[in-house]
């Protein structure tokens, strides 16, 4: 596993749709780049699922790449909640509209795994791939969207610094 440091300056990314993590563990590999990120800085990565399975396979992929635990935080929660706890890089004050699991966060595979409370005070960076559907994902699709429908609730501009 990797060495981690926490004296270094944290740079933090919100990876809000992670799915199984691929672009979550690409985040927390740039740790072994300083050449990219600088010696003084460490990423940290916030994936948000809400799929817990996914979120599983991305704690068991992440110890496969040798990702270290302090790196990846995964949380089970809708990406929309998530963004709209946030403005302007800090975190609001605010009553979660989900219920938070009774648990405070369960481990997989060494990587901590909660709701909402697991969230850091501030964010850097806001990172949206979003599922898109599949193939066929605009075939049955009436009101000529081509599968995209705006989310109702979120600015993006104001959510990061």
Wanted: hydrophobic share 35%.
């Amino acid at each position: 596993n990797t060495q981690c440091n926490e004296s270094k300056k944290e740079i933090v990314i919100i990876d809000a749709f992670c799915g199984c993590g691929g672009n979550s563990i690409a985040f927390a590999r740039l740790n072994n780049n300083k050449d990219v990120i600088g010696s003084n800085a460490r990423v940290k990565v916030i994936a948000v699922d809400n799929n817990l399975s996914r979120l599983k396979m991305a704690a068991n992929n992440a110890s496969i790449y040798g990702i270290c635990k302090e790196n990846i935080v995964l949380i089970h929660a809708d990406a929309v909640e998530v963004i709209n706890a946030y403005e302007e890089g800090t975190r609001k004050e605010m009553q979660s509209e989900i219920p938070s699991n009774d648990r405070c966060h369960e481990t997989y595979f060494g990587f901590a795994v909660g709701g909402v409370e697991l969230l850091p005070d501030h964010v850097d960076a806001l990172f949206l791939s979003p599922p898109w559907g599949g193939l066929g994902y605009n075939m049955n699709n009436d009101n000529g969207n081509s599968g995209f429908d705006p989310v109702h609730g979120i600015s993006l501009e104001s959510r990061t610094h």
